[in-house]
Structure formats: C-alpha cells, structure tokens
C-alpha cells in the first residue's frame, strides 16, 4: 500500500471524517466511470511503459472506485494512493498495474498477496485468472475485503486474517508472491514458499525503499531492482525481530 504524502493524507482524513467508508455495500446499473477508468490506463499506466495487454484489460476492467471510501469516489481513478483506514492506503493504479505485470502471473497459477487492503490488487490478478490467497493484518480490513470482493463476485480469491510474514504455507508453493507493504528486509519465510520459476514483488526499506523482484531458480533466487516507492510499513512479526 503506497504511502500518502502529508498534503494529501491530510485531506484524505478529513474526507474520511465527513463521510462514508469502502466498507459500504455499493451495487451500479451502469458503469459511470468506464472512460475515466479507460483514461487512467492510458495516460498514467499505458504512458508509463506497462505493455503487458492483460495488466491492462484487468486495470481496465476493475472498477477502482468501489475500493475506496464513498467521499473519494470522484478521486478513484487519479494516480495516486488513498486512504482506506486502519492507516492502510490502497496504492496508485500505475504501482498496482506495474507490480501486476512484474508478478508475470499466468492464468491458473496460485498467487499470495500480503496486504489484501481493500481487496483491489487482489481483484486485479483475479482477473488475471489466477488464484488469489490474500493475507491482511488488520481485522476490520480483512472482514471488509473478504465481503467486498464477495459481492463482487470474486470466487477465486480467499481473504484470511493474519500476520502476512510467514506466508500461508498450507497453499505454497506459489508461482508469484506480491506484497503490498513494505518490510526492512525479505521475509525468509515468503521466499521458502516460491515454486520454482516463481516471483516475489516486494518493496523492501525503512526510509529509503526499493521495488524488488525475487525469481526463485533452482539453485537458489535471483534479484532484480525495479523503481523507488514509497509503502506503508510492513507491521507484525517483522517489526517485533527488528526491536
């Protein structure tokens, strides 16, 4: 989950305050937001050099305002993250297409997401075919997802509530793992629960945080600097071996 400058937090709380949570059950007779949705891939997606066309079928496809609170609908489909409570945000569409892509998920493969948040990067691999197990530390985040992604009929994704530091190891071996939060280090755990072949997108740093790509081989695993981001924090486990 990208993290919010302090401008923009500040005026996303407030929104926050005045009204509405994407908890809300939210149902369309049509989708109003369809050329806006169209834009975004376009112009802050496309232009940015994500090329793989089922990133962004899906991105087109998933309607991004039903994952935020209602007050911020109109702001959905601009390029940056936004508050979805607990402290999470749900991270901006061109970081969310980008480590879709770098995940290189085929259709039928098993994926892990650590961080469901609002559930909104967990839809996109979905659409991309893929089987979704999505971990989510907080609670009223995770119940809020798991209902959400239900009534939007997402039968292939399950939401558990939990520390997403040791994986879900009953389901591994993965053939990608994208996190969406960001640990000082890589959880050694995540990296045992790779197959082969397998990806592990995560944002690694304190401060000064870097996209990383894991490929597990089979001799070991190969790693790969993508972009500067900016991520909540991962908190739980991690944090508490860091003390």
Known sequence: M???????AMIATLALMLGGSCTEERTET???????????????????GVRDRRVLAAMRKVKRHLFVPRDLENDAYQDNPLPI?????????????LMTQLADVERGERVLEVGTGSGYQAAVLA??????????????????????LGHLGYRSIE???GDGYRGWREHAPFGAIVVTAAP?????PLLAQLAIGGKLVVPVGSQDQELLVITRTSTGYDRQRSIPVQFVPMTGEIQRQGR
């Open 30 to 48: 049509r989708d109003s937001h369809g050329s806006e949705r169209a834009r975004m891939v376009r112009e802050t997606i496309e232009a940015r």
């Open 127 to 148: 659409e991309l075919g893929a089987r979704v197990w999505s971990i989510e530390i907080s609670k009223p985040l995770a119940d809020s997802a798991r209902d959400r």
């Open 159 to 161: 939401v558990r509530q």
């Open 184 to 188: 000082p280090r890589i959880p050694d």
């Open 85 to 97: 409570g607990e402290g999470q945000t749900i991270s901006q569409p061109y970081i969310v297409a």
């Open 2 to 8: 990208a993290r919010l400058s302090p401008i923009v």
